[in-house]
Antibody
Framework: QLQLQESGSGLVKPSQTLSLTCGVSGGSVTSGDYSWGWIRQPPGKGLEWIGY???????YYNPALKSRVSISVDRSNNQFSLKLISVTAADTAVYYC???????????????????WGQGTLVTVSS | DIQMTQSPSSLSASVGDRVTITCRASQSISSFLNWYQQKPGKAPKVLIYAASRLHSGVPSRFSGSGSGTDFTLTISSLQPEDFATYYCQQSYSAPHTFGGGTKVEIK
C-alpha cells in the first residue's frame, strides 16, 4: 500500500525559503504515469493546488505561485520536494503531498485526481 | 483560472437524511470533476472522480453526477461517519482549483 510522508521545517522566517520533502513508501516515484503533487490549506480555510511533477521531470505549477515555487523529484531516494521562496505570512498552511492518478492525456494534467495523500505538515511563517 | 462554487457552504442534517451538495464551474469542464471528503485534522480522501466514478472502497451511498458546469454529490442515507467537509475539484485545466467546501454537520 502506497504511503506518503511530508517532512521539513515547521517554522520559516518571512522572506526565507520553505522546503518540504515527501517520502514515498510501498511504491516508486518512477512507476507508471503517475504525477506527484503538492496542495496546501491555510488554517481554517480551503484547499489550494500548488503543482505536480512527473518522474520525467515535467512540472506544472499554479500560476499564482509560479515565480516562487519549484517541485523536484529524487529518484534515488524515492521522494519529491517542494521549495517556495520569499515566503510571507500568507504562506502559512498545512502542506500536503499526494500522488496524482494517471491523466487522460499521457504526461499531461487532464483528469488527474489525488490519491493517496500524506498526513500533512503545518508550516508557519513567522519571525 | 476556473472558479468552482459550492453550495451550500454548510448544512445540518440528521442520520439517515439524503444530502445533496452542488458544485458549479465558471466554464465547462466536461466531466473532469472530483469530490473529496475531509475530516478535522486529517488529509482529504477522494470519493468520486470523473464526476461519477466511485473510488474503490467508498460506500455506495455516495454518488456523483453532472457534466459541463453543474455537478452534484449525493449521500443517499447520511451516516455518523459522513459528518465532514466536502470539496469539489476541477481537473480540466491548470490550476486544478477546488471549491470552497461544504461542511456537513449534525442536526
Amino acid at each position: 500500500q502506497l504511503q506518503l510522508q511530508e517532512s521539513g521545517s515547521g517554522l520559516v522566517k518571512p522572506s526565507q525559503t520553505l522546503s518540504l520533502t515527501c517520502g514515498v513508501s510501498g511504491g516508486s516515484v518512477t512507476s507508471g504515469d503517475y504525477s506527484w503533487g503538492w496542495i496546501r490549506q491555510p488554517p481554517g480555510k480551503g484547499l489550494e493546488w500548488i503543482g505536480y511533477i512527473y518522474h520525467s521531470g515535467s512540472t506544472y505549477y499554479n500560476p499564482a505561485l509560479k515565480s516562487r515555487v519549484s517541485i523536484s523529484v529524487d529518484r534515488s531516494n524515492n521522494q519529491f520536494s517542494l521549495k517556495l521562496i520569499s515566503v510571507t505570512a500568507a504562506d502559512t498552511a498545512v502542506y500536503y503531498c499526494a500522488r496524482g492518478q494517471p491523466p487522460a492525456n499521457p504526461g499531461g494534467l487532464l483528469g488527474v485526481w489525488f490519491d493517496p495523500w500524506g498526513q500533512g505538515t503545518l508550516v508557519t511563517v513567522s519571525s | 483560472d476556473i472558479q468552482m462554487t459550492q453550495s451550500p457552504s454548510s448544512l445540518s442534517a440528521s442520520v439517515g437524511d439524503r444530502v445533496t451538495i452542488t458544485c458549479r464551474a465558471s466554464q465547462s469542464i466536461s466531466s473532469f470533476l472530483n469530490w473529496y471528503q475531509q475530516k478535522p485534522g486529517k488529509a482529504p480522501k477522494v470519493l468520486i472522480y470523473a464526476a461519477s466514478r466511485l473510488h474503490s472502497g467508498v460506500p455506495s451511498r455516495f454518488s456523483g453526477s453532472g457534466s459541463g458546469t453543474d455537478f452534484t454529490l449525493t449521500i443517499s442515507s447520511l451516516q455518523p461517519e459522513d459528518f465532514a467537509t466536502y470539496y469539489c475539484q476541477q481537473s480540466y485545466s491548470a490550476p486544478h482549483t477546488f471549491g470552497g467546501g461544504t461542511k456537513v454537520e449534525i442536526k
